[in-house]
T-cell receptor, first 112, second 116 residues
Framework: LAKTTQPISMDSYEGQEVNITCSHN???????ITWYQQFPSQGPRFIIQ???TKVTNEVASLFIPADRKSSTLSLPRVSLSDTAVYYC?????????????FGAGTQVVVTP | NAGVTQTPKFQVLKTGQSMTLQCAQD?????MSWYRQDPGMGLRLIHY???????DQGEVPNGYNVSRSTTEDFPLRLLSAAPSQTSVYFC???????????????FGEGSRLTVL
């Protein structure tokens, strides 16, 4: 599976846009990119997934360039409640969950 | 619909004691797994199951046992607890076992274990 690299932490103020970039230089043709969010004292939860170009939902947007060697999770107009750890995962449709790896994630801290 | 339920939420053990962390899901999910989370290390897979009667080891299985007798339940057993097993444990499930790349994991709230 493609390994991922993310920044350890990012700080932001309320109302700003936060962009977290994940590098996955060895991504394979069949790999998808998935992001999870984890609030303190809670389990992670799925927020967005994509294969190429741009995906948007009510929580975030995911930008994937043509070479797919990186991806950027964009959180628009963050609030204090967006303080969390964000994980980037890469895996193929046919991969077993047993081979999917969570990295250390990116700690996002939003302050007033 | 409760999702993934873990019990207990907190537990303190002495070295050498045994215990079982319970995990139950009511979504009829095929796949269930246990992760441990230590500070600064993300989540590491302990054991997983792709269906009743089938289990397999993850990245860090030593010191832990699992079984899957029903679709709903996936208990994690610590036979002889050690301080190195102090951690937060998360149970997760997913509808399909073989589509990690496009599937979604549903996590429980976690069980915080301290081994003295």
């Amino acid at each position: 599976l493609a390994k991922t690299t993310q920044p350890i932490s990012m700080d932001s103020y309320e109302g700003q846009e936060v962009n977290i970039t994940c590098s996955h230089n060895n991504i394979a043709t069949n790999d998808y990119i998935t992001w999870y969010q984890q609030f303190p004292s809670q389990g992670p939860r799925f927020i967005i997934q994509g294969y190429k170009t741009k995906v948007t939902n009510e929580v975030a947007s995911l930008f994937i360039p043509a070479d797919r060697k990186s991806s950027t999770l964009s959180l628009p107009r963050v609030s204090l409640s967006d303080t969390a750890v964000y994980y980037c995962l890469v895996g193929a449709t046919t991969d077993s969950w047993g081979k999917l790896q969570f990295g250390a994630g990116t700690q996002v801290v939003v302050t007033p | 619909n409760a999702g993934v339920t873990q019990t207990p939420k907190f537990q303190v053990l002495k070295t050498g004691q045994s215990m079982t962390l319970q995990c139950a899901q009511d979504m009829n999910h095929e796949y269930m797994s246990w992760y441990r989370q230590d500070p600064g290390m993300g989540l590491r897979l302990i054991h997983y199951s792709v269906g009743a009667g089938i289990t397999d080891q993850g990245e860090v299985p030593n010191g832990y046992n699992v079984s899957r007798s029903t679709t709903e339940d996936f208990p994690l057993r610590l036979l002889s607890a050690a301080p190195s097993q102090t951690s937060v444990y998360f149970c997760a499930s997913s509808y399909s076992s073989g589509t990690a790349g496009t599937g979604e994991l549903f996590f429980g709230e976690g069980s915080r274990l301290t081994v003295l």
